[in-house]
């Protein structure tokens, strides 16, 4: 038995915790719907399982001349249809081959993104926590919230909500009430850089002449110049005492 003060959990956690291919799959689901952990993945699992079990036990008993088995089958056609996971007409073999996206598809955070009043499922989630959305003029603040068929077209911003004005730059640019359900939510897609495609352009040669190389210059080795100036007249050398002496002797030799 539960308590006020320690509730009992609403959902079954997975028997084996660590399983790749189940932790890949429900982190897929995540991104996509914009939730907070796996917890309501699971949530939503088990939501869908309690209803599975049922249409199981139905079509057992629809064979036997049961009429509460075709009141309840009957019952429980009705609410999934009512709460838009199933369509018109609908049987029990469809309940059983309901996935878990069937059920994420019909949260009010969900629905918030598809009718275009959020630019991303987790803008819708913030939008829904600070009480900007109302169901039915009736302020709603749990974004896991099951939106009904008919309560689909009355999601709408609360009146006290500034995000009424559309100049306010929280609100997305595109118009409203214009998303079309039918159409999956789509991941954003990476945008590739743009590269420039270079013109075909002529040959160098046809556009300019060939500019000319300066010729080599080669080193040649500078031969001797001769100087245009005469020499310089040799100066006779100075006499010295000796030879001073001997014409001295001569010239008196020459005199006698």
Not at 49 to 65: D, F, M, P, S
Not at 114 to 119: D, T, V
Not at 142 to 169: A, C, F, W
């Amino acid at each position: 038995m539960s308590s006020q003060k320690f509730p009992r959990k609403r959902y079954d956690t997975p028997m084996h915790p660590w399983k790749e291919n189940r932790i890949k799959s429900e982190r897929e689901l995540i991104k996509k719907y914009g939730l907070k952990s796996h917890t309501e993945v699971w949530k939503a699992k088990t939501y869908l399982g309690k209803h599975r079990e049922q249409a199981r036990e139905l079509l057992a008993k629809i064979g036997t001349a049961n009429p509460q088995a075709k009141k309840e089958s009957d019952q429980l056609l009705v609410h999934l249809t009512r709460m838009g996971i199933l369509s018109i007409g609908a049987s029990l073999d469809d309940v059983l081959a309901l996935e878990t996206e069937a059920v994420l598809s019909r949260r009010l955070q969900t629905l918030v993104y598809l009718k275009g009043f959020s630019m991303t499922p987790y803008q819708a989630r913030q939008l829904i926590n600070h009480g900007h959305i109302a169901v039915n003029n009736r302020k709603v603040t749990i974004p896991s919230y099951m939106v009904g068929k008919d309560e689909e077209g009355q999601i709408q911003y609360t009146i006290r909500s500034p995000l009424n004005e559309i100049s306010h730059p929280a609100r997305p640019k595109v118009d409203m009430y214009k998303a079309d359900l039918s159409v999956p939510i789509k991941e954003p897609v990476e945008e590739k850089p743009v590269v420039a495609v270079p013109l075909k352009q002529e040959p160098r040669s046809a556009i300019a002449a060939p500019i000319a190389q300066p010729a080599a210059v080669v080193a040649v080795p500078q031969q001797p110049t001769e100087s245009l100036q005469e020499p310089a007249e040799e100066k006779p050398a100075k006499q010295t005492e000796k030879s001073k002496e001997h014409t001295k002797k001569e010239k008196k030799t020459k005199g006698a």
